[in-house]
């Protein structure tokens, strides 16, 4: 059979770059095929082994870049005009998925086996295709044991490359990998011991097994049960992680008492929150609904981010409304509310302006407040101005946030419980959700406003990564949101309640009210993972950093040997 243009196996392979990057992106929400997630990093490997380093990296970022612009494409939903232009909403979201897209280049280019360039094999027609996966699938060992090595060192090097992601430039955690199996409850259980990165390791190590199964299926067409040596030790351990949390499920125990909440969903658009003349009207509306939605015995009523237009502690009508509220229906308020105080250091005429979550006791008393830690880049600071300066004309926010310094517990004593607040995305931080947990910590809240980003995928994209935080620390997390998901969250990650409007979805205004069980007053029982956090990405770290400087080396010996 003859073609009249032969096909490039170098377009073949960017091709299924691409195809993977996509594949990853739909293992996560809206679209949630939680099993594609499987298929993604052994196929950004098909695509790139037999080639050279550089090749590698360029294959591996075509495919990153494929599934963070896929994923991350409410970026452009923000309302956000520069000069009239909705230019740097699309700088954004280049920017921010081109950066995140080295993350897994380099991870292909370490992991994939390398090759020779060959002008001649790049150029072969479709009809010698099967040559061409005869090749690829002698490029791995011959040993099934260094087979084997290979793929723990490379899903060992994923987790590697995902605690960098989280930590880096104040870090970007969004969706990593093991977040895709948010629905997979019993699987999910192992984060109490290794944090969501256990749950990622599984998936790269069992892709890359299913890869090397394919390749022996090719390297030996005639061997039926081949592939099963690929497979077997990454299905049985995944085998037994599920029988495990089904029985940690089972031996769930009793709650003894409940706390009955109401969460405040005002679905106020971003244009709005940016519209001073629109402030009255807004919190006008605010309480309105509030008023409506404690028509129920409330403990704990809570308000979303920036659903506050004027400062808490510095306005009085907003204090004098909100103590009032308080009192006349006894009940415990966190809110979100941007503050302010005199600078720790600079000019004395310039304040530190905070993005803050407050307190209020029944009796209308503000009684403690929370300051935000990791601040979102663009969004509530602009970075590197000292040197570019002309950043923050592509920003909607003037001047900035300072970030705060250390967890606050939100002691409740009429109620007896206490609890800890994030806010925004904080709850994508697996080291930051876990420093807030302590023995007295019931319960976690988050409130945050997704409101930049319309009807995206944004919000329920959060809400998965967020659920992660409840089984990692074994306590349930409640999530207040300005346009979704508000809901809540046991501490085995099952999510029991969420708001839904008049249409069906998660973005519209309205209220949520549900009674969170909890267990006997007193000390609660600390987690392997809150009480030693990420041992098992440091390890991965530490095995990657070995297998990097081996291959650095080999590779300077390579070049310096073709030198002489």
């Known amino acids: 059979m003859k073609f009249a243009q032969p096909i490039s196996v170098v377009t073949s392979r960017y091709a299924l770059a691409v195809v993977a ?20 990093p052994g196929l950004l490997v098909a695509a790139a082994s037999g080639k050279t380093g550089g090749e590698r990296f360029r294959v591996g970022f075509v495919g990153g870049l494929a599934h963070y612009l896929s994923m991350l494409y409410w970026l452009l939903l923000i309302p956000f005009r520069w000069h009239g232009v909705p230019l740097a909403p699309g700088v954004g979201w280049l920017a921010l998925s081109s950066f995140v897209a080295l993350y897994p280049a380099g991870w292909v280019w370490l992991v994939a086996f390398p090759g020779e360039s060959s002008r001649q094999q790049e150029n072969a027609a479709l009809a010698a295709w099967h040559s061409c996966l005869l090749k690829f699938s002698d490029a791995f060992p011959q040993a099934w044991a260094i087979r084997t090595a290979w793929a723990l060192a490379g899903a060992a090097a994923w987790v590697g490359g995902e605690m960098v992601l989280a930590r880096f430039l104040g870090g970007f955690p969004w969706d990593l990998l093991g977040v895709s199996q948010y629905q997979m409850v019993p699987l999910i259980q192992m984060a109490s011991v290794t944090g969501v990165y256990g749950v990622s390791f599984m998936i790269v190590w069992t892709s890359l097994g299913l890869l090397l199964a394919c390749a022996m ?48 969903q005002p679905s106020i658009p971003q244009t709005v929150i940016w519209s ?51 009192r006349r229906h006894h009940v415990y308020m966190i809110v979100g509310s941007d503050d302010a105080e005199p600078p720790r250091r600079g000019p004395p005429d310039q304040p530190d302006y905070f993005n803050s979550a407050f307190l209020i006791s029944p009796e209308g008393e503000l009684l403690d407040r929370y300051i935000k830690r990791d601040l979102v880049i663009f969004g509530e600071y602009v970075p590197f101005t000292r040197w570019l300066p002309f950043l923050q004309y592509f920003t909607p926010i003037e001047g900035g946030f300072t970030p705060g310094t250390h967890a606050e517990q939100f002691d409740l004593p009429q109620l007896g419980v206490s609890t800890s607040v994030m806010i925004c995305f904080e709850d994508v931080f697996p080291q930051l959700a876990r420093s807030d947990v302590a023995p007295p910590t019931d319960f976690l809240v988050n409130i945050t406003n997704d409101g930049w980003f319309g009807e995206g995928a944004a919000q329920r994209q959060q809400a998965a990564s967020a659920l992660f935080r409840t089984v990692e620390n074994a306590r349930p997390l409640v999530r207040c949101c300005n346009n979704g998901l508000t809901c809540w969250i046991d501490a085995h990650g099952r999510l029991r309640q969420s708001f839904l409007d008049a249409r069906g979805t998660i973005y519209g205004a309205g209220f949520l009210n549900f009674a969170l069980p909890l267990p006997p007053p007193g000390p609660q029982p600390l987690t392997f993972y809150t009480r030693h956090g990420d041992w098992f990405g440091w390890a991965c770290v530490a095995a990657t950093a070995v297998w990097l400087a081996v291959r650095i080396v080999r590779v300077w010996r390579t070049h310096a040997a073709r030198g002489l």
């Open 21 to 40: 990057g996509l594949v990853w992106t739909t293992a996560f929400p809206n679209i949630g095929l939680a099993g594609f997630a499987w298929l993604a």
């Open 276 to 326: 001073a003349k629109d402030d009255d009207a807004r919190f006008a509306d605010l309480l309105d609904l509030t008023e409506r939605a404690l028509s129920n015995e409330t403990d704990v009523l809570v308000w979303p981010e920036a659903a506050l237009p004027k400062m808490l502690r510095y306005d009085t009508n907003t204090f004098a409304a909100i103590s009032g509220l308080a």
């Open 217 to 264: 299926l090719v390297r030996r067409p005639g061997a039926r049960s081949v592939w099963l040596g690929e497979l077997f030790l990454p299905i049985l351990v995944v085998a037994v992680l599920f029988n495990l949390g089904f029985r940690q499920l089972r031996h769930e125990p009793r709650p003894a008492r409940s706390i009955h909440f109401t969460l405040i």
